[in-house]
């Protein structure tokens, strides 16, 4: 019994360190904002019990259902675009043969690059004098206002956010990929399959698990969208890109209406819970 115990007990205080750091910056934070929603705790910390108050207040809240369809159709703009960028930058650095090192370390610098500067640079670019309109005014086209025009604002941001992040799940997927036997598509390939037969009929399938992962963490991400919105537009024009998160911060930190933030928050913990379960429901199919 003491041999048998000795191993678990083992890898146990390996991670025991970060154990104790999940506990004190997610579990114990989460549960005292699943507790501070059902009080109206303000900035005083003075607090009542209020039991579902917020709740229903949430619920005839015209601005949460605004965010709600504004960081839904982000999500949908922005999840596919990474993937596919992703997954294609990954294809071509798995054919590199030289310099993959440097190529690789290129495409990931942008993920380790500061969101201000970035933002900062982004919204030169979208300016009316900036480099996409110069452009296409070079090709008579007329300026686009890529940040004060409703319809194309959550694109552009999308576009940024994709610019900024997709470099993890480019590395995630070069994994998967590394992982693919090579004897399977020399196989194929002495078979007479094209570059696209072998990649829809064994890269794709034996990709699949990857793929799936980083769809989950890609679609958290996008539910969980602040900085691009904060340091680009503030939420505006017109709350058009007012997603869930800027709703918790400006409830929380500008209005100091905690209890209320904080049912913001469990309503997206719910989503994002419940839009993972679906996409392990059609997507995983039991591979990972």
């Given amino acids: 019994m003491r041999h048998r115990l000795r191993d678990p007990v083992t890898g146990l205080l390996f991670v025991l360190p970060v154990l104790v750091l999940f506990l004190i910056f997610r579990i114990f934070p989460s549960l005292g904002a699943a507790g501070m929603s059902l009080t109206n705790w303000n900035i005083g910390g003075e607090w009542d019990f209020i039991?579902?108050?917020?709740?229903?207040?949430l619920l005839d809240d015209v601005n949460f259902w605004l965010s709600l369809r504004v960081t839904l159709v982000y999500v949908v703009i922005y999840v596919p675009l990474t993937l596919l960028v992703a997954l294609g930058t990954a294809l071509l650095l798995n054919q590199v043969v030289f310099l993959r090192g440097l190529f690789r370390g290129m495409?990931?610098?942008p993920y380790v690059t500061s969101f201000v500067l970035a933002g900062i640079i982004w919204r030169w670019i979208y300016e009316f004098d900036g480099l996409i309109n110069g452009l296409l005014a070079k090709a008579d086209l007329g300026p686009v206002a890529f940040l004060e025009q409703s319809s194309v604002i959550l694109p552009a941001l999308a576009v940024v956010s994709?610019?900024?992040g997709f470099g993890y799940s480019m590395l995630i997927l070069l994994a998967g990929l590394k992982s693919i036997p090579s004897s399977y598509l020399e196989a194929a390939t002495v078979d007479g399959a094209s570059a696209w037969?072998?990649?829809?009929?064994?890269?794709?399938?034996?990709l699949k698990p990857t793929i799936f992962f980083v769809v989950v963490i890609e679609t958290i991400s996008a539910f969980q969208t602040f900085d691009t919105v904060y340091v680009m537009t503030g939420g505006g024009p017109?709350?058009?890109?007012?997603?869930l998160i800027f709703g918790i911060?400006?409830?929380?930190?500008?209005?100091?209406?905690?209890?209320?933030?904080a049912?913001?928050?469990?309503?997206?913990?719910?989503?994002?819970?419940?839009?993972?379960?679906?996409?392990?429901?059609?997507?995983?199919?039991?591979?990972?």
């Fill in 51 to 57: 039991g579902a108050d917020n709740y229903a207040r």
């Fill in 107 to 109: 495409l990931f610098l």
């Fill in 162 to 164: 994709v610019w900024k």
């Fill in 197 to 206: 037969q072998r990649f829809r009929r064994i890269t794709l399938p034996l």
């Fill in 238 to 243: 017109a709350r058009a890109t007012y997603t």
């Fill in 249 to 261: 911060y400006d409830h929380g930190f500008r209005s100091f209406d905690f209890g209320y933030a």
């Fill in 263 to 288: 049912t913001w928050g469990m309503v997206l913990f719910a989503i994002v819970l419940i839009v993972s379960l679906v996409q392990r429901r059609f997507l995983d199919r039991g591979n990972t």
